[in-house]
């Protein structure tokens, strides 16, 4: 899988849109390759009812996922998941800042319950958690990011309210090992600039390199735009502009996740728009997010997935819709599953297999696999 973007939606989760969510399926992956470690059997318990929260695969075989208590691997498509946690921590959830880089390279950070702004601890593996190296970094909850097994960024959440956040950009250059402050807009902090404005909901910091990454969130006022740009490792960031989309004067603008490159140059941005009706909005680049030109509007506010710069899958809320030539024009999937407000999230690998993850009122977790681009799904966990 070249590349993608989950926006995740409504059910369970819902009351996590107004605090930024690190997902790995928010990194843009340009060269994720699985090693051949991805083959071999795990030396790990199995966990007979994976309660997945969240779910990065990379291939029709080889994947990761999250549970409330384990951090899990998957070596045949989801249907066996092993139990790769390290050893001793049994809490984690859906708001663990992660980032899995391929099948063998993970980091997961465990921040102190009490203490969530606090100091944390990294957690680094590079076999596919059989082992896990252990290492103390300066900050709690927040998005965590990886663009290579040695470049990685943090963006800590240091707390708001009225429509402002405070955070942290932290950078390291050694896998995980040691980390560097590059910017805070806290006030009560030192070294406080603010070129990345402390107004503003961040609900992520998505990087393309070790020099360039994007913050977006969003602004609740008409026609305003959060979407920050820095090419120098986090020290200084610059608004983006965009096109004004078609008929959607007069709505707040929101940047639930950055933007997805299948290059250094080519990639695409969805943006929610929020008036009388719910959209998104889709805008591509050829020059690096220097410029944006807008491609169409989709009826729907819902999840967002791209395997390649021509072929993804949009899920609106309600049906799935998918697109062969970069968002210009999308088909109604016939899907033989309603999943309705128990969907979650969706994680496709080519334009033929992918996974949705569900959770129910009734407290019920579901995995299920499609192999025919989303017309019939087989569960494997329900």
């Known amino acids: ?49 994976a309660n997945i929260l969240n779910l990065h695969m990379f291939n029709e ?15 045949d498509g989801g249907v066996t998941w092993y139990n790769v946690s390290p050893q001793g921590l049994t809490t984690f959830g859906y708001g ?47 998005n965590l990011s ?16 009225a429509g402002s956040m405070a955070i942290s950009i932290y950078r390291s250059e050694n896998g995980g090992a040691t980390w560097s402050q590059s910017f805070t807009n806290d006030p009560s902090l030192e070294n ?30 008409p026609d305003t735009l959060y979407l920050y740009k820095t090419s120098d490792a986090g020290r200084t960031w610059a608004l983006q502009s965009l096109p004004t989309a078609p008929g959607m004067q007069n709505t707040e603008i929101s940047i639930d996740s950055g933007p997805i490159f299948s290059s250094q140059s080519d990639g695409i941005l969805p943006v929610r728009y929020f008036g009388e009706t719910f959209r998104t909005g889709f805008f591509s680049t050829h020059d690096g997010g220097g410029s944006w030109e807008f491609i169409t509007a989709m009826p729907g506010t819902g999840a967002v997935d791209f395997v390649s710069l021509s072929a993804g899958f949009f899920w609106t809320g309600e049906q799935f819709f998918s697109t062969s030539d970069g968002g210009h024009s999308w088909t109604n999937i016939n899907s033989d599953v309603l999943f309705g407000e128990s969907f979650v999230g969706m994680d496709f690998v080519s334009t033929h297999t992918g996974w949705v993850w569900t959770y129910d009122p009734t407290g019920q977790y579901g995995l299920y696999q499609t192999t025919d681009g989303g017309k019939t ?4 966990i329900n």
């Open 61 to 75: 075989r080889d994947g990761w996922g999250i549970s409330e208590n384990s951090i899990l691997r998957t070596i």
């Open 1 to 49: 899988m070249a590349w993608k973007l989950i926006l995740i939606i409504f059910g369970l989760f819902g009351l996590l849109a107004c605090t930024p969510v690190s997902t790995a399926q928010s990194v843009p992956e340009l060269a994720a390759s699985s090693p051949t470690i991805a083959s071999v059997p795990i030396s790990a318990p199995i966990v007979n009812s």
């Open 96 to 142: 663990v800042p992660n980032a899995f880089l391929n099948a063998s390279q993970a980091w997961v950070i465990v921040v102190e319950a009490g203490d969530p702004y606090g100091s944390g601890t990294l957690y680094r593996t590079n076999d596919g958690g059989q082992s896990w190296t252990v290492f103390p970094v300066p900050f709690g909850g927040g």
């Open 192 to 221: 406080t600039t603010d070129s990345l404005p402390l107004h503003g909901i961040k609900y992520n910091l998505t990087p393309l390199n070790s020099q360039t990454a994007w913050v977006g969130g969003v602004v609740y006022a």
């Open 377 to 380: 799904w087989i569960p494997l």
């Open 146 to 161: 990886f663009t290579d097994d040695m470049n990685g960024w943090m963006m800590e959440n240091l707390g708001g309210g």
